[in-house]
């Protein structure tokens, strides 16, 4: 997991493009073949609780504005800390990894070192997401996990 900063939407662009799904809530996705064994590995950049998409950028377009912005030293359509928390990655289709491999093949493909690994219960974090409508931190409870 790597806390959203201006160096982590950069890499994310440069090395993996354009996300393969982008959502109303402001989450941005890549499945990529990247994790061990080759095995597909899902990255998802978690929106700030309450996100709201910045006036002007479609839905599709708010990670390349963004990355391009930052990339350039541009001013962004919204301030990064207004838009994402933070991108975490996963075995994507439910398989089994362990998380030392996992950070290992995560942290090569993307070129940085990740601020934190190892086995979280998304459960309990997609329940509080859904009964707040989106109101906490993905990012921030999945730490608190990893803390504890």
Same mark, same amino acid.
């Given at each position: 997991?790597? !806390?959203?900063?201006?160096?982590? #939407?950069?890499?994310?662009?440069?090395?993996?493009?354009?996300?393969?799904?982008?959502?109303?809530?402001?989450?941005?996705? *890549?499945?990529?073949?990247? $994790?061990?064994?080759?095995?597909?590995?899902? *990255? !998802?950049?978690?929106?700030?609780?309450?996100?709201? !998409?910045? =006036?002007?950028? $479609?839905?599709?377009?708010?990670?390349?504005?963004?990355?391009?912005?930052?990339?350039? $030293?541009?001013?962004?359509?919204?301030?990064?800390?207004?838009?994402?928390?933070?991108?975490?990655?996963?075995?994507?289709? =439910?398989?089994?990894?362990?998380?030392?491999?996992?950070?290992?093949?995560?942290?090569?493909?993307?070129?940085?070192?990740?601020?934190?690994?190892?086995?979280?219960?998304? $459960?309990?974090?997609?329940?509080? *997401?859904?009964?707040?409508?989106?109101?906490?931190?993905? #990012?921030?409870?999945?730490?608190?996990?990893?803390?504890?």
């Amino acid at each position: 997991m790597w !806390r959203a900063r201006p160096e982590v #939407i950069v890499a994310l662009d440069d090395r993996f493009g354009e996300p393969v799904d982008a959502y109303v809530n402001g989450s941005q996705v *890549w499945l990529r073949e990247d $994790g061990p064994g080759g095995m597909t590995l899902e *990255w !998802r950049l978690h929106p700030v609780a309450g996100y709201r !998409r910045p =006036g002007g950028v $479609g839905t599709y377009e708010v990670f390349s504005a963004v990355a391009l912005a930052l990339g350039t $030293g541009a001013n962004p359509p919204a301030a990064l800390d207004d838009l994402w928390d933070g991108l975490e990655v996963f075995a994507a289709y =439910g398989e089994e990894v362990e998380p030392m491999p996992l950070a290992s093949a995560a942290a090569e493909s993307l070129g940085l070192e990740p601020d934190a690994f190892g086995l979280v219960d998304h $459960g309990p974090v997609g329940d509080e *997401w859904e009964r707040t409508g989106g109101n906490v931190s993905v #990012i921030a409870d999945l730490l608190r996990q990893l803390h504890n």
